[in-house]
């Protein structure tokens, strides 16, 4: 091991100079997780400036025996890019540049390091957005954005990445080079590009990347909605769709969390509400208007407290602000937490919503609760410190709680934060056998050989035309079932 | 020809593994409207999916459906009508709900709606290897595992016979308005400049047909804005969009699709029955014969880095997609034994 390492150094050294590939133990330490409670352990670190590079990378781990653990800007919260043992983590955060952005063609180019908010600000002069918008925006990368179909508030009107993703320029496994999906509306051959996106490095890495532009809508109206109870809240989500309103984005914040918010950002959240919704209308001025009288309606009708319209760009921001720094604020109240991502049916929002509560009291631990509720995907945040004897474990078994009520409810594992080494054990909750076959047959066809973040996604023993393995249906705890080499 | 029509997923599945064991090649059909896509083959027998269709949950509240695959679009589009939602892909009411995803087939108003590809949230399908299986999720946003139903849409069959799907759905607009300008692409392209968020702008030879939809008080503001920048030579309230489809009339028409802002480099090679979606990028091309015509149009969307597709009439899809190895290794593990639909589809797969 040791030797395949110094080999594989010294080539990587070459190909992308001595200043961008590393062993030193900080550093491998720095790459050994994601923004997730995973470990891993990284036995070199590269960062790429160029594709040529990227696939050097590639080429070198291979004949070296080592594997490839992609990695943007390290904001994952589903342990995807967490290193497992004898992994090259091939980072792209040096590869930033925004390429070209084309009007005409409605499309730009960027490297996969861009930041999502970058990539926002540069398009807003010609007129033009990038539809997904995850809350880590400052910090998280187009490429991230990619591996993980990432969403954000806008997706509810706009969809998710796979909407706005035309072409990937990917360096696959073996180290080739691939345009998949094209500049034009559509390509030919199967849809590959709709299969790395959101494969979380496992297929590839995406070096060069094809975004969607949209025009800005000429209008905008922001709302903040107030209750007293969460039900009402969940209600009036309900009551708009019916209404035939899909908002731009509804956002919906519960007490404890937006006391918290409040507390750090002072946007004027009522700190007394039992939940909040932050709803977003766009498009022509006279569209808008009517929206925010039908959504204003539907909130009347479910016993809102409060209307507040943002009166201006500033106050928009402001509230927006109080969304996107609700984990931030976490900090307040304990110094870890583990961040929740099912989707459930929008109808059972209320339902799910109590079980959650249910079930973290049960473990004695404290629920934050900020999400997209237009989407119904759920976003339960708990907070704890992992420095009290017991409390991860408490943690584990609440969550395990949380999935198992969120699939029970006909909803999936993940929104858009990704499976990773987190979920990949929970797998065959909502698939069958021969489900994860055919999954594991998309991996496959690139990647043979399993070089490209392997152990991540599928559970150990889902295999390509191995239908008839026979598998327990039992899951295992998520910690006592990790790879060899990643801990919790 | 052998017709095929099973009733339950499960002689689906009996009708693949007898055909498999068999060595007899099947073509997955719905609606029969979309058959002219793909490379010519020859099949032993026709699997048809239209008895399967039926309207498996449909919760309004959701504006999520599940359907069998085999529901024909107009008899889906009249039950979501009802509850004031609709399945954004206008395609024939003959056409199956399987049919146009296989089909990969999207609305004229995907300026606005997006790939039918984007509304495909879940699908269930059955392997050349006579098996059921699953992808994707009934909720509006999902990553768990690899997007299957992406995978699916555009497969023209060759993977998986599709059985059901859960669709994602919106709300119906409330108004529908078609306006017609004189002109041709130059002032398609100043349309889309000068109205706001239209749902289409269709370029023709001699006209450009602009469709607006939403709530009436917009339509109305979008149609004061039209009005302002060009001549309008008719309204049209709730009537089809194209008004008219000239290309169709021609024994070939191939649907090209380039990046959007290169669309005026096409229409030369484009002849002269055609119809442009504006800030799009397909072209929909009448052709009078597969031979020449088709090859410089082809030739021409190559160049500005586009395909040029038939999607009625002879002349199959065109040269062979990047990463071969990768869509050969993809149908040989979904269809191991060459079932379904064998050739049809890009580079001879």
């Given at each position: 091991?040791?030797?395949?390492?110094?080999?594989?150094?010294?080539?990587?050294?070459?190909?992308?100079?001595?200043?961008?590939?590393?062993?030193?133990?900080?550093?491998?330490?720095?790459?050994?997780?994601?923004?997730?409670?995973?470990?891993?352990?990284?036995?070199?670190?590269?960062?790429?400036?160029?594709?040529?590079e990227?696939?050097?990378?590639?080429?070198?781990?291979?004949?070296?025996?080592?594997?490839?653990?992609p990695?943007?800007?390290?904001?994952?919260?589903?342990?995807?890019?967490?290193?497992?043992?004898?992994?090259?983590?091939?980072?792209?955060?040096?590869?930033?540049?925004?390429l070209?952005?084309?009007?005409?063609?409605?499309?730009?180019?960027?490297?996969?390091?861009v930041?999502?908010?970058?990539?926002?600000?540069?398009l807003?002069?010609?007129?033009?957005?990038?539809?997904p918008?995850?809350s880590?925006?400052?910090?998280?990368?187009?490429?991230?954005?990619?591996?993980?179909?990432a969403?954000?508030?806008?997706?509810?009107?706009?969809?998710?990445?796979?909407?706005?993703?035309?072409?990937?320029?990917?360096?696959?496994?073996?180290?080739?080079?691939?345009?998949?999906?094209?500049?034009?509306?559509d390509?030919?051959?199967?849809?590959l590009?709709?299969?790395?996106?959101?494969?979380?490095?496992?297929?590839?890495?995406?070096?060069?990347?094809?975004v969607?532009?949209?025009?800005?809508?000429?209008?905008v109206?922001?709302?903040?909605?107030?209750?007293?109870?969460?039900?009402?809240?969940?209600?009036?989500?309900?009551?708009?769709i019916?209404?035939?309103?899909?908002?731009?984005?509804?956002?919906?914040?519960?007490?404890?969390?937006?006391?918290?918010?409040?507390?750090?950002?002072?946007a004027?959240?009522?700190?007394?509400?039992?939940?909040?919704?932050?709803?977003?209308?766009?498009?022509?001025?006279?569209?808008?208007?009517?929206?925010?009288?039908?959504?204003?309606?539907?909130?009347?009708?479910?016993?809102?407290?409060t209307?507040?319209?943002?009166?201006?760009?500033?106050?928009?921001?402001?509230?927006?602000?109080?969304?996107?720094?609700?984990?931030?604020?976490?900090?307040?109240?304990?110094?870890?937490?583990h961040?929740?991502?099912?989707?459930?049916?929008?109808?059972?929002?209320?339902?799910?919503?109590?079980?959650?509560?249910?079930?973290?009291?049960?473990?004695?631990?404290?629920?934050?609760?900020?999400?997209?509720?237009?989407?119904?995907?759920?976003?339960?945040?708990?907070?704890?410190?992992?420095?009290?004897?017991?409390?991860?474990?408490?943690?584990?078994?609440?969550?395990?709680?949380?999935?198992?009520?969120?699939?029970?409810?006909?909803?999936?594992?993940?929104?858009?934060?990704?499976?990773?080494?987190?979920?990949?054990?929970?797998?065959?909750l909502?698939?069958?056998?021969?489900?994860?076959?055919?999954?594991?047959?998309?991996?496959?066809?690139?990647?043979?050989?399993?070089?490209?973040?392997?152990?991540?996604?599928?559970?150990d023993?889902?295999?390509?035309?191995?239908?008839?393995?026979?598998?327990?249906?039992?899951?295992?705890?998520?910690?006592?079932?990790?790879?060899?080499?990643?801990?919790? | 020809?052998?017709?095929?029509?099973?009733?339950?997923?499960?002689?689906?599945?009996?009708?693949?593994?007898?055909?498999?064991?068999?060595?007899?090649?099947?073509?997955?059909?719905?609606?029969?409207?979309?058959?002219?896509?793909?490379?010519?083959?020859?099949?032993?027998?026709?699997?048809?999916?239209?008895?399967?269709?039926?309207?498996?949950?449909?919760?309004?509240?959701?504006?999520?459906?599940?359907?069998?695959?085999?529901?024909?679009?107009?008899?889906?589009?009249?039950?979501?009508?009802?509850a004031?939602?609709?399945?954004?892909?206008?395609?024939?009411?003959?056409?199956?709900?399987?049919?146009?995803?296989?089909?990969?087939?999207?609305?004229?108003?995907?300026?606005r709606?997006?790939?039918?590809r984007?509304?495909?949230?879940?699908?269930?399908?059955?392997?050349?290897?006579?098996?059921?299986?699953r992808?994707?999720?009934?909720?509006?946003?999902?990553?768990?595992?690899?997007?299957?139903?992406?995978?699916?849409?555009?497969?023209?069959?060759?993977?998986?016979?599709?059985?059901?799907?859960?669709?994602?759905?919106?709300?119906?607009?409330?108004?529908?308005?078609?306006?017609?300008?004189?002109?041709?692409?130059?002032?398609?392209?100043?349309?889309?400049?000068?109205?706001?968020?239209?749902?289409?702008?269709?370029?023709?030879?001699?006209?450009?047909?602009?469709?607006?939809?939403?709530?009436p008080?917009?339509?109305?503001?979008?149609?004061?804005?039209?009005?302002?920048?060009?001549?309008i030579?008719?309204?049209?309230?709730?009537?089809?969009f194209?008004?008219?489809?000239p290309?169709?009339?021609?024994?070939?028409?191939?649907?090209?699709?380039?990046?959007?802002?290169r669309?005026?480099?096409?229409?030369?090679?484009?002849?002269?029955?055609?119809?442009?979606?504006?800030?799009?990028?397909?072209?929909?091309?009448?052709?009078?014969?597969?031979?020449?015509?088709?090859?410089?149009?082809?030739?021409?969307?190559?160049?500005?880095?586009?395909?040029?597709?038939?999607?009625?009439?002879?002349?199959?899809?065109?040269?062979?997609?990047?990463?071969?190895?990768?869509?050969?290794?993809?149908?040989?593990?979904?269809?191991?034994?060459?079932?379904?639909?064998?050739?049809?589809?890009?580079?001879?797969?």
């Amino acid at each position: 091991m040791a030797r395949r390492r110094t080999a594989a150094l010294r080539e990587l050294a070459r190909a992308v100079g001595p200043e961008e590939v590393s062993e030193d133990p900080l550093t491998l330490a720095l790459y050994s997780r994601d923004a997730s409670m995973f470990e891993g352990e990284a036995a070199l670190v590269a960062f790429p400036k160029t594709v040529e590079e990227i696939v050097a990378c590639v080429r070198i781990a291979r004949d070296h025996g080592l594997s490839v653990v992609p990695r943007g800007s390290g904001t994952g919260l589903a342990g995807g890019a967490t290193p497992v043992h004898d992994a090259l983590v091939v980072v792209t955060t040096k590869m930033n540049r925004i390429l070209e952005i084309r009007p005409a063609d409605r499309l730009a180019w960027v490297e996969p390091g861009v930041l999502n908010l970058d990539l926002g600000n540069a398009l807003r002069p010609y007129g033009f957005s990038y539809a997904p918008d995850p809350s880590s925006q400052q910090s998280c990368s187009i490429g991230g954005n990619v591996s993980t179909n990432a969403g954000g508030p806008h997706c509810l009107a706009y969809g998710i990445t796979s909407n706005h993703v035309l072409a990937l320029d990917v360096v696959l496994p073996d180290g080739s080079v691939a345009r998949l999906g094209s500049e034009a509306p559509d390509a030919a051959g199967y849809d590959l590009r709709g299969l790395v996106v959101g494969a979380e490095g496992t297929l590839g890495i995406a070096a060069g990347i094809c975004v969607r532009i949209s025009p800005l809508p000429p209008s905008v109206q922001t709302m903040l909605l107030d209750f007293t109870t969460v039900e009402d809240a969940a209600a009036t989500v309900s009551a708009i769709i019916a209404a035939g309103v899909v908002p731009a984005a509804v956002e919906m914040m519960d007490a404890l969390i937006t006391r918290a918010v409040e507390n750090f950002v002072h946007a004027g959240y009522p700190t007394d509400a039992a939940a909040i919704l932050l709803v977003e209308v766009d498009g022509l001025p006279s569209s808008v208007e009517a929206e925010s009288r039908i959504v204003e309606a539907c909130a009347r009708e479910n016993r809102v407290r409060t209307v507040r319209v943002a009166g201006d760009e500033a106050e928009r921001a402001l509230l927006w602000k109080g969304r996107k720094s609700a984990f931030g604020a976490v900090a307040q109240i304990a110094p870890h937490y583990h961040l929740h991502d099912c989707v459930v049916p929008r109808t059972k929002l209320t339902e799910v919503l109590a079980g959650v509560y249910r079930i973290t009291e049960n473990h004695g631990l404290a629920v934050l609760n900020v999400f997209h509720a237009g989407d119904g995907n759920l976003h339960p945040l708990l907070a704890f410190d992992r420095s009290v004897p017991g409390t991860l474990e408490r943690v584990l078994a609440a969550s395990e709680e949380i999935v198992r009520l969120c699939v029970d409810a006909g909803g999936v594992l993940s929104g858009e934060h990704g499976i990773g080494l987190e979920k990949r054990d929970f797998m065959p909750l909502v698939f069958t056998d021969d489900d994860l076959a055919a999954q594991a047959c998309v991996r496959s066809s690139f990647d043979p050989e399993t070089r490209m973040n392997p152990q991540k996604v599928l559970p150990d023993g889902a295999k390509c035309g191995d239908h008839a393995a026979a598998r327990g249906s039992d899951v295992q705890r998520v910690v006592e079932s990790l790879p060899e080499g990643s801990w919790i | 020809m052998d017709l095929i029509e099973p009733i339950t997923k499960a002689q689906v599945v009996a009708e693949i593994a007898d055909a498999s064991a068999d060595g007899r090649r099947l073509l997955p059909v719905g609606g029969r409207t979309h058959l002219d896509r793909g490379e010519p083959i020859e099949v032993d027998a026709e699997l048809s999916t239209t008895k399967l269709d039926r309207l498996v949950s449909y919760e309004p509240a959701e504006m999520i459906a599940v359907v069998d695959a085999g529901m024909r679009f107009g008899e889906l589009s009249e039950t979501l009508a009802r509850a004031g939602q609709e399945w954004a892909v206008d395609a024939s009411p003959q056409a199956t709900v399987g049919g146009v995803i296989a089909s990969g087939t999207s609305s004229p108003r995907r300026l606005r709606v997006g790939h039918v590809r984007d509304t495909v949230l879940e699908v269930q399908l059955v392997t050349g290897d006579a098996r059921i299986v699953r992808g994707g999720g009934r909720t509006v946003k999902n990553v768990t595992g690899y997007d299957l139903p992406r995978l699916l849409a555009g497969s023209l069959g060759t993977l998986g016979v599709i059985v059901q799907v859960a669709l994602k759905l919106r709300p119906r607009p409330a108004m529908r308005r078609t306006v017609v300008l004189d002109g041709s692409i130059d002032d398609a392209a100043r349309a889309l400049a000068t109205i706001p968020l239209p749902a289409a702008v269709l370029a023709r030879p001699d006209r450009v047909e602009v469709l607006l939809e939403g709530w009436p008080e917009a339509v109305e503001e979008q149609t004061a804005r039209a009005r302002a920048a060009a001549t309008i030579r008719e309204t049209i309230d709730d009537g089809p969009f194209p008004v008219k489809a000239p290309w169709n009339d021609r024994p070939v028409v191939a649907e090209a699709s380039v990046p959007a802002g290169r669309i005026s480099d096409l229409l030369p090679s484009a002849g002269d029955a055609y119809g442009a979606l504006i800030g799009v990028g397909t072209v929909w091309a009448g052709l009078r014969s597969a031979d020449g015509e088709l090859s410089d149009l082809r030739g021409r969307a190559a160049e500005l880095g586009g395909i040029a597709p038939v999607i009625r009439g002879p002349g199959g899809l065109g040269a062979p997609p990047p990463a071969m190895e990768i869509q050969r290794r993809l149908k040989a593990a979904f269809d191991p034994s060459g079932v379904l639909a064998p050739g049809r589809f890009w580079g001879g797969i």
